[in-house]
């Protein structure tokens, strides 16, 4: 039986719809985060504008007390990246990436080295119970390996801590309108509850097409950076819908999954620096053609937020704010050019973000780079 075909826009229709990006949504933050599998995380505040972007009405006050009672957290997970997720798939996906943070440490070229031949046993049975009692910084911690351990090297010791036990940032972390340096605990003393024994990278995949599918094996690698998805998909396959993209590879997806008209509108949406609907697929030009990804990639290693018109990401944005002018100006940069329509949209909801982020400034500006 031939496949049925989904077009590039039919890919890019369907991931809107499931990112929740089509239209914004009026479930819950925290039930977003859940059906989103986590958001990415390593910059504090980008779990704030992705859920922005998504939702009616999101306050960014309630969400961060959810980080204090403890019911979300901030935890190294896909990808060896951090991400906003709930306690539950803290606890369900830590297990799961232990492969992905392994392989992360033995190809450290700085760090990997002073590991070879290292009984780590011994380390982590001193850090775990430290780290409890007692949450810590990174320096800290070195501070206190390095005496207990002082032929090794702390900071690889330290880098071991952070691969082989699950760790938890904690609050006032990724809290808005607060700061903390980075200050770490178990997961399981954080949570009072230990880690899932045999959790399913099964259960996980359907997850993972729910939020980013239609998809393909390599995509849901290159979301966890974990081998073997082939396996996974073909045990997978019947309880999933086989399509083909327009180059003949199988796409798999949920039967009732949205796959909406290829035709359906798809508003303005800001990206943060990092947003898993950009980065969770190895195809990516289904929000990101080929021929943008050069002028998208930032200069000098910078990573910028990103804007996307009509589904596609046309430019990219950052904001800049002048405490003595008391102003914030939000800039973006398109690499195509924008119609006089695209432009006034962007625009429009450049100043609502604005609003969002700096609602304490009095003077809110956005400006276009013109092309050159």
Request: some cysteine.
């Amino acid at each position: 039986m031939v496949a049925d075909v989904l077009t590039l826009r039919s890919l890019n229709r369907a991931t809107l719809a499931r990112q929740l990006l089509l239209e914004r949504s009026a479930l819950p933050a925290f039930t977003v985060v859940e059906h989103l599998v986590g958001l990415q995380a390593q910059l504090p505040n980008n779990p704030y504008v992705s859920l922005w972007s998504r939702l009616e009405r999101f306050d960014p006050d309630a969400l961060g007390a959810q980080l204090t009672d403890r019911s979300l957290v901030r935890m190294v997970v896909m990808r060896g990246t951090i991400h906003l997720v709930t306690a539950d798939d803290a606890l369900l996906l830590r297990p799961l990436m232990q492969p992905v943070l392994d392989a992360e440490m033995a190809r450290h070229s700085e760090l990997a080295p002073h590991l070879v031949g290292v009984d780590l046993a011994p380390v982590l049975a001193f850090a775990h119970p430290l780290l409890s009692e007692t949450p810590m910084t990174g320096t800290k911690l070195r501070a206190a390996l390095a005496s207990e351990f002082p032929d090794l090297h702390p900071g690889a010791l330290a880098f071991a801590c952070r691969n082989r036990l699950p760790l938890v940032q904690i609050p006032p972390r990724g809290v808005w309108g607060k700061t903390l340096a980075v200050t770490s605990t178990p997961a399981d003393a954080w949570l009072g509850r230990p880690l899932v024994g045999d959790p399913s990278i099964d259960a996980v995949i359907l997850r993972y097409l729910a939020a980013f599918g239609p998809a393909t094996p390599a995509d849901a690698a290159a979301w966890t950076r974990l081998t073997g998805m082939r396996e996974v998909f073909d045990r997978l396959r019947p309880q999933l819908r086989v399509f083909a993209d327009d180059r003949g590879r199988e796409l798999f997806d949920l039967p009732d999954a949205p796959r909406p008209d290829p035709e359906t509108p798809a508003p303005v949406r800001f990206f943060p620096e990092y947003d898993n609907a950009l980065l969770s697929h190895a195809d990516r030009t289904r929000f990101v053609p080929e021929d943008r990804r050069v002028a998208l990639s930032g200069v000098s290693g910078q990573v910028h937020g990103t804007v996307a018109v009509d589904g596609m990401v046309t430019g990219t944005w950052r904001v800049d704010r002048d405490k003595g002018a008391d102003a914030a100006t939000l800039t973006i940069d398109p690499v195509v050019s924008l119609t006089k329509r695209a432009r006034a949209e962007v625009e429009a909801e450049a100043r609502r973000l604005l609003a969002f982020v700096h609602a304490d400034v009095g003077r809110h500006d956005v400006r276009f780079v013109e092309p050159s």
